[in-house]
């Protein structure tokens, strides 16, 4: 039986095991995501209501977490948003329709909770498919002014976004320091960091920016 519930409290260290096992090596060698999840449930910005995890016949599988973020337009008027992050199925469970399923119930429960747009930054062949759009076409830039390619965003409820131009801040939980992440993870049982392609072709694609034209 497969269902989806909000995180508790015991969940915690499973999850992060499942966060660092799903993400090890796959954008750098070794990873940071158990972390910023360690770091973020604590942080005003995190959104519990909108914490949740993937159950399969009792074992969790799969888990993503939301924080709150803004869009700032030219005027200066603001929008409360979303991003979500970290979320991932366990290795053994991918491309089975599992994550899918988890994002999906969150952007319902998203809506009933008065959202109507997330930004996130990730690989586009990920997320298209969950309705998630370039930020260019909606004039949505980052803090520099840029078009990152690895920056989406979804509208939850159609036509939230007008085409104004607006800059998408982040939470500042985004901005951990890395070197605590490290230290961290080398408190955990010990996995070998490797390099992989999936490495290269995140950094192109984290490096990507889309003309702004």
Not at 41 to 47: G, L, N
Not at 71 to 83: S, Y
Request: charged share 25%; aromatic share 12%; net charge negative.
């Amino acid at each position: 039986m497969f269902t989806i519930r909000n995180e508790t409290e015991n969940d915690y260290t499973i999850v992060e095991a499942l966060i660092r096992k799903a993400f090890y090596n796959l954008y750098i060698p070794g990873c940071v995501e158990h972390y910023l999840a360690h770091i973020m449930r604590c942080h005003e910005d995190f959104i519990p209501e909108l914490d949740f995890v993937a159950e399969l016949d009792g074992q969790v599988i799969g888990s993503i977490m939301y924080t709150r973020a803004g869009l700032v337009d030219e005027a200066g008027r603001e929008k409360a948003i979303l991003t979500f992050g970290p979320v991932c199925i366990l290795p053994e469970y991918q491309r089975m329709g599992y994550g899918a399923s988890l994002m999906e119930y969150s952007f319902e429960k998203a809506v009933s909770l008065g959202y109507d747009v997330i930004v996130i930054f990730g690989s586009p062949a990920n997320y298209v498919g969950r309705g998630f759009q370039s930020c260019r076409k909606h004039h949505i830039c980052d803090e520099n002014g840029k078009y990152p390619a690895a920056m989406m965003v979804k509208e939850l409820v159609p036509h939230a976004l007008d085409g104004r131009r607006q800059t998408y801040h982040g939470s500042p939980v985004m901005a951990f320091d890395e070197e605590a992440a490290g230290r961290y993870d080398d408190a955990l049982e010990e996995m070998k960091k490797e390099h992989r392609p999936s490495q290269e072709e995140f950094y192109i694609m984290s490096h990507a920016f889309l003309e702004d034209k």
